[in-house]
């Protein structure tokens, strides 16, 4: 088995706007740091080469981040103690806080690719019913045999 995520956030301000400048500029090499990384398996991507360009949601400031990683502490290792990090520590000069559930994880089965759909259902489940098998969080792990 393998852990999925998607993260969503949203943006004070179309993805071309001089505000999220600083942001977008570091979206190739924060991604190519992700696909280079011990673990990594997949991620979405538009025809930009990031998520940007796609619109999953009604709110089209909202972005996306799905990945596979083959272990949650690949996954963490990433998203926390990486170049990742420096840039997220500067999240709240592009984002505004998120209402509902923002990142969920669940587990695939090696080789597949989640939808956007399967993703979003996996956040609706954190909103509805906390973390679960179908659906957590870092805070709160499920083990793939759960």
């Known amino acids: 088995m393998h852990i999925?995520?998607?993260?969503?956030?949203?943006?004070?301000?179309?993805?071309?706007?001089p505000l999220i400048a600083d942001f977008a500029a570091?979206?190739?090499e924060i991604?190519?740091?992700?696909?280079?990384?011990?673990?990594?398996?997949w991620r979405l991507k538009g025809e930009g080469n990031n998520a940007t360009d796609l619109s999953p949601f009604a709110d089209d400031l909202i972005i996306v981040t799905m990945s596979?990683?083959?272990?949650?502490?690949?996954?963490?290792q990433f998203a926390f103690k990486s170049a990742h990090t420096v840039v997220m520590r500067r999240?709240?000069?592009?984002?505004?806080t998120f209402p509902t559930a923002y990142l969920a994880l669940w587990w695939v089965d090696e080789g597949h690719e989640p939808t956007v759909d399967e993703a979003k259902a996996r956040l609706r489940s954190?909103?509805?019913?906390?973390p679960t098998p179908f659906a957590f969080t870092f805070r709160q792990?499920?083990?793939?045999?759960a």
């Not at 995520?5 to 993805?15: D, E, G, K, V």
């Not at 954190?126 to 906390?130: A, F, I, Q, S, T």
């Not at 792990?141 to 045999?145: E, G, Q």
Request: proline letters at 6%; zero cysteines; aromatic letters at 10%.
């Open 4 to 17: 999925a995520q998607i993260n969503i956030s949203r943006l004070l301000a179309p993805i071309h706007d």
């Open 26 to 28: 570091q979206l190739d």
């Open 31 to 41: 991604n190519a740091l992700a696909e280079r990384s011990p673990g990594f398996v």
């Open 68 to 76: 596979v990683w083959t272990s949650v502490e690949a996954l963490k």
């Open 91 to 96: 999240r709240d000069e592009w984002f505004s």
């Open 126 to 130: 954190l909103d509805e019913h906390g």
């Open 141 to 145: 792990l499920f083990s793939p045999h």
